[in-house]
């Protein structure tokens, strides 16, 4: 009976720090990799993405003063059909910095039929929306080629699971993306699984999200992915690829374990 108790109140101390971590939880994380560009990253806002949560994030902006912010992939969920809240968060980060994004999972696939709506709410703001496409951007003197890839959704999911899903190779980059814009490339692509071929493609700095950081961390180690596969190669942190940089963000969104909500902050 005493250890059936035990166990009871390990569980909702376990759920209540979870709740906590997820709910309420903001951190921000700070990498140098070298340069004195700044880039304020977020991912996976999710059902994050409300008005009482978004000001945290726009102040955490205002007191960074990035040169610019990436945001990749799912800032909305699939099932949304109001995106009041995120017309306002671009618009406050747009007064910030410029702002650049790439489709997510969930964007591409809204089961409510409200993939122009949500196209509408990003072009009322000044925030560019880069699908397959880039820009280059001035930052501190030097020229920065600014891109965004979009996979086929079976990437993601296909046939309503997880199983078989399609590969994203090389020669699928340069079809969707042409050549990389020789140097100083700054990838936007929410799935961080395909590192190596952002990387072969020549990508100097890859910034993603998706896996959320494993869900569930250990030692350091994230344990889940979307996909439900156990360990993905690439949940959170710097990862080198042949000498460019994969930068994954542990998102915001989502339930989540000793993996907290997180800013990312990059001095490129």
Not at 115 to 130: N, Q, R
Not at 222 to 249: A, C, H, M, Q, T
Request: proline share 3%.
């Amino acid at each position: 009976m005493k250890f059936i108790l035990i166990v009871l109140i390990l569980i909702v101390i376990a759920a209540v720090y979870v709740f906590i971590e997820s709910r309420l939880m903001l951190v921000t994380r700070r990498v140098r990799l070298g340069g004195n560009v700044k880039i304020f990253h977020i991912s996976d806002c999710h059902k994050r993405n409300k008005p009482s949560f978004n000001r945290r994030i726009i102040a955490a902006a205002e007191r960074e003063k990035p040169d610019a912010i990436f945001i990749t992939g799912d800032l909305v969920s699939r099932r949304e059909t109001d995106f009041t809240a995120s017309e306002a968060l671009l618009k406050s980060l747009c007064g910030i910095a410029p702002v650049y994004m790439c489709m997510g999972n969930h964007e591409q696939s809204f089961l409510n039929d409200c993939l122009d709506e949500f196209f509408e709410a990003v072009e009322k703001t000044e925030a560019k929306l880069l699908i397959n496409s880039g820009e280059y951007l001035e930052i501190r003197g030097r020229r920065y080629y600014i891109c965004g890839i979009m996979p086929e959704y079976s990437t993601y999911k296909k046939d309503g699971g997880y199983r078989n899903l399609d590969d994203f190779t090389l020669e699928d980059m340069k079809n969707l993306m042409g050549e990389c814009h020789g140097e100083n490339v700054l990838l936007l692509a929410h799935n961080p699984i395909f590192g190596e071929v952002y990387a072969e493609w020549g990508a100097d700095y890859t910034f993603s999200g998706h896996i959320h950081g494993g869900i569930i961390r250990l030692f350091g180690v994230g344990i889940l992915s979307p996909e439900r596969r156990f360990f993905p190669k690439y949940s959170k942190g710097v990862y080198d690829i042949s000498g460019k940089k994969l930068l994954v963000s542990a998102g915001i969104g989502k339930m989540r374990m000793f993996d907290p909500p997180e800013i990312v902050i990059y001095k490129i």
